[in-house]
């Protein structure tokens, strides 16, 4: 796919890794609709990017929203990349998480993904080229302990972006999912992070996924894992899942340490821990 002088909407814009895909489609040539929640965050991109970055407040979760998005890209002819970055996280055992706490993960990870792209997919489907972009995780593929609800979401966005691109596999609308393993962004939480050096993962910088998720744009590529042994062990989990269970066993007692610490819900991206 061609990024020069492609239109682009990329959701989860403030987060620290969306940024970085904002500057990376920006130097592709790329004009880039932002959208996200925090209204000073989204005009900080308009000032540091120029005129190639238009934003739009919008709370995915909103038809309101979802169409005040629609109706600013039919102001930008061309538009014909989508790229679904907005996520939440919640790290913690799943028996602490309550009813709100679930149904908020599940209708920002997966709901509002869905509903933004059958709204925006007429318009994709009338581009020379276009296609569909589901920022997923390594927790897409392998479930982990302490992110269940999260495990949940991204398997969910995974099969949804099989699915949908076979569904539009006559039509000129590729659909690409992307999997980042950790990412260091400011989004991470306390008990994350010390989790993550408890278990010494390593960690890919926002520049880093932003610069994949270019590469794979440019050479048509429809499903993307990121790291090594991660993509290792996304393959094993699909063969021998018990080998899996055995291995991440061994983290447990660790994990339910900083699982059990008082934490809070992070917005965007967030980390995702390198399985040993």
């Known amino acids: 796919m061609h990024l020069q002088d492609s239109v682009v909407v990329l959701t989860g814009a403030t987060g620290g890794m969306g940024r970085a895909m904002v500057a990376a489609l920006c130097r592709a040539g790329a004009r880039v609709l932002v ?3 925090q209204a000073t965050a989204l005009k900080g991109l308009e000032r540091d990017f120029g005129p190639q970055v238009t934003a739009v407040q919008a709370d995915l979760r909103l038809a309101v929203d979802r169409a005040r998005v629609a109706s600013a890209v ?6 014909n990349l989508l790229i679904n970055a907005a996520g939440v996280n919640h790290f913690g055992l799943f028996e602490s998480m309550d009813d709100a706490q679930i149904a908020e993960l599940i209708d920002i990870n997966l709901t509002a993904n869905l509903q933004l792209t059958r709204c925006l997919l007429p318009q994709l489907k009338e581009a ?6 589901n920022i997923g995780s390594t927790f897409g593929s392998i479930g982990y302990a302490g992110f269940s609800t999260y495990c949940a979401s991204k398997f969910a966005l995974r099969g949804f972006s099989q699915a949908l691109r ?9 659909v690409l999912y992307l999997a980042p393993r950790a990412t260091d962004t400011d989004m991470n939480s306390a008990q994350v992070n010390a989790m993550n050096r408890a278990l010494q993962v390593a960690t890919d910088s926002p520049d880093r996924v932003a610069a994949q998720l270019i590469k794979a744009l440019h050479k048509d590529l429809r499903e993307v894992h990121l790291g090594w ?3 290792l062990f996304v393959r ?3 063969v021998l899942p018990s080998l899996l ?12 340490q900083y699982a059990d610490t008082p934490h809070t819900q992070q917005t965007d991206i967030t980390t995702i821990p390198e399985h040993h």
């Open 166 to 174: 076979r569904e539009l596999a006559d039509t000129r609308v590729g």
């Open 236 to 238: 094993l989990n699909n």
């Open 245 to 256: 269970d055995k291995a991440l066993r061994r983290q447990l007692s660790t994990i339910r």
């Open 35 to 37: 959208v996200g929640r």
């Open 229 to 231: 042994p991660e993509r």
């Open 74 to 79: 039919r102001q930008l002819p061309g538009f």
């Open 128 to 133: 020379p080229q276009a296609c569909v972009v």
